[in-house]
């Protein structure tokens, strides 16, 4: 039984390292997808201006011959116009900053990824940017893990907010954190991505509030999930309200 019909056609693949465009490329096409790879970002806005078919864009956030902003500005007066196409940008840890992530998602890009990845990490989030958005109270977790996560300056457009959220949602309806392996299943079943792609989610966002103060090192997706379990539990213990424990 084949899977479900996807929506996009291509992959385009704009990176100026030769060996990390073949190494991506290779791994993309081991999950047959169609690959067209660019180190150029004029080559690749000619070839889009020129598509019919629906595609998604791969772009390192360096742009070789142009800055990034006027790539972005380029990439939507040539794109914008095809609903189902999609631009993922890779970066960095440390650019572009995270003040300006917000401002590039508003300038054109769909999502942005951080280095390194996997091509199937890639696929998984290529098979999100498609999937109808889901709001939290359908997702089963409670608006105020939500916004307690926000708080923390975790981004809500990025894929693994909501690994996450819902891991802490878990937590809370089992008054203690699932065991790992567990909780790699399940945020897997409920996502529909593989346990690898739950845990490089979670590390991200253990990364991601590092940098942002919340832990002074880079914790393990156990020490993450349990920190953030407790640390809401204690914001909220209060309240006395059952309605966290959102059962599913």
């Given at each position: ?161 909501w690994y996450i ?42 990364k991601t509030l ?29 309240s006395r309200d ?7």
């Open positions: 039984m084949g899977g479900p019909t996807r929506k996009w056609e291509k992959i385009l693949i704009l990176e100026s390292s030769a060996v990390l465009q073949r190494r991506l490329a290779a791994g993309l096409e081991q999950l047959d997808q169609t690959c067209v790879c660019f180190q150029r970002a004029t080559a690749l806005l000619r070839y889009i201006s020129m598509e019919l078919s629906p595609t998604v864009v791969v772009a390192d956030c360096f742009v070789p011959d142009m800055d990034l902003f006027s790539f972005l500005k380029r990439y939507t007066e040539q794109a914008g116009t095809h609903t189902e196409n999609r631009l993922i940008l890779t970066c960095t840890e440390t650019y572009p900053p995270p003040e300006l992530r917000a401002q590039i998602l508003s300038n054109g890009a769909d999502y942005y990824m951080i280095k390194p990845y996997t091509a199937q990490m890639l696929l998984e989030s290529i098979q999100h940017l498609y999937s109808p958005a889901v709001p939290a109270r359908m997702a089963g977790v409670h608006p105020d893990i939500v916004d307690y996560l926000r708080k923390l300056g975790l981004p809500l457009e990025h894929i693994s907010f959220a819902s891991a802490v949602q878990l937590g809370v309806n089992a008054n203690s954190p699932l065991p790992l392996k567990s909780l790699y299943i399940e945020l897997g079943r409920i996502y529909g991505v593989s346990p690898q792609g739950v845990e490089s989610g979670l590390r991200r966002m253990g590092t940098r942002l103060g919340v832990f002074s090192e880079a914790p393990s997706s156990k020490q993450l999930v349990a920190t953030l379990v407790s640390a809401f539990l204690r914001e909220r213990s209060e059952d309605e966290y424990a959102v059962k599913p």
